[in-house]
């Protein structure tokens, strides 16, 4: 009897320990990013089915980035069933792979509709909430964070500790978002979607952007935009910032506006790889999207887009951002394979992304 009862005492002082362990985590995670030399290095990705080999992460490691950002359907949920997606969570958690990303670096990250809930859904999803609630607990979100504090899972975090001020954008492209216009013009467009004519419709809804006015004023020389579908590239039919043309104006106006510069795009979902390049008109700078997709998932073929630099990236990819501070500082743009082998590489003169 005193054997069992000193085994019940142990586990009670195992459970109790756990839970005050995730509590202070969770409240005291250090929200400052630690920078030990003039490189800062941000990899990224998106795509990630959980019940398939993560083992492209073990490449990712070998870079030792500062911060990793997912960039939205980092599982496959699906479903209106919070149990099932909690689960399908769980089920990445518990992958060796994702275990050593989660222990050696910082994460971040925002979400598609397949870990938002459901196959291209924006704010008709009926359990957005509840999905968010899953969503913070699993990416540790501390419990005084803003994020929960407003609907919607958009967000703003700063490397403090660079010559150089960056400011990382989290934005929610599913919470508030209206629907897409489905194609009925196939001589003109093509895949799943054309461009809506409803000017009323939106991507960020408004609380969003006027939010995101705020954090463009704020003083920064970099701005990394995390957004889980592209911006820069050409339509192509598929879900994207082309499939409302009015509010992608009105993110270029807002920049131009704000006079916000640095700003620079990492997006994913289209399961390739590449980097576009919005051209530069007189009265701005070029906007880069570097696309990361996807870590596990991959796409037969891939559409045509005249802003793209270099090549496609039809597998398995992560992307790489490597910031060089000095006199002059300088911004390498990489789509990476899992074999470690660097597909596509572009660089620019932070002075380039400037008014």
């Not at 005193?2 to 250090?30: D, E, H, P, R, S």
């Not at 924006?122 to 994020?147: A, C, V």
């Not at 037969?300 to 496609?312: A, F, L």
């Amino acid at each position: 009897m005193k054997t069992t009862g000193f085994i019940f005492f142990l586990i009670f002082l195992v459970i109790g320990f756990n839970a005050c362990f995730n509590k202070t985590a969770l409240n005291n995670q250090n929200r400052e990013f630690k920078v030990t030399s003039n490189t800062y290095r941000i990899a990224f990705g998106s795509c990630s089915k959980q019940t398939k080999s993560q083992k492209i992460l073990n490449t990712v490691l070998q870079y030792k980035p500062d911060l990793f950002i997912y960039l939205g359907d980092n599982i496959y949920g699906d479903t209106r069933d919070m149990d099932v997606l909690r689960s399908k969570y769980e089920k990445l958690g518990k992958k060796p792979e994702f275990k050593r990303l989660r222990y050696s670096t910082r994460i971040l990250a925002v979400w598609d509709d397949h870990d938002f809930g459901e196959n291209d859904a924006g704010k008709e999803y009926p359990f957005k909430e509840e999905s968010k609630e899953i969503f913070l607990e699993f990416w540790r979100e501390p419990l005084n964070s803003d994020r929960r504090k407003h609907k919607g899972i958009y967000h703003v975090e700063w490397v403090k500790n660079l010559t150089k001020k960056i400011q990382i954008i989290l934005l929610d492209t599913r919470t508030f978002r209206d629907h897409l216009t489905l194609k009925t013009d196939s001589l003109n467009y093509k895949n799943d979607y054309q461009p809506t004519i409803s000017p009323d419709s939106t991507m960020l809804g408004k609380e969003q952007w006027n939010w995101l006015e705020k954090q463009f004023r704020q003083k920064a020389d970099l701005r990394i935009i995390a957004s889980s579908n592209q911006f820069s590239h050409e339509y192509n039919g598929w879900e994207s910032w082309t499939n409302m043309p009015h509010e992608r104006q009105k993110m270029l106006n807002l920049i131009e506006k704000t006079r916000a510069e640095g700003v620079v795009f990492l997006s994913g979902d289209v399961h390739w790889g590449e980097i576009s390049k919005e051209p530069r008109t007189d009265s701005r700078y070029p906007i880069y999207d570097i696309t990361s997709s996807g870590l596990t998932q991959d796409w037969d073929s891939t559409e045509p887009n005249k802003n793209r630099i270099g090549k496609v990236v039809r597998k398995n990819n992560f992307g790489l951002l490597e910031i060089n501070v000095g006199r002059n500082t300088f911004i390498t743009f990489k789509i990476i394979n899992k074999s470690n082998v660097v597909e596509v590489e572009h660089k620019i003169q932070l002075s380039d992304l400037t008014f």
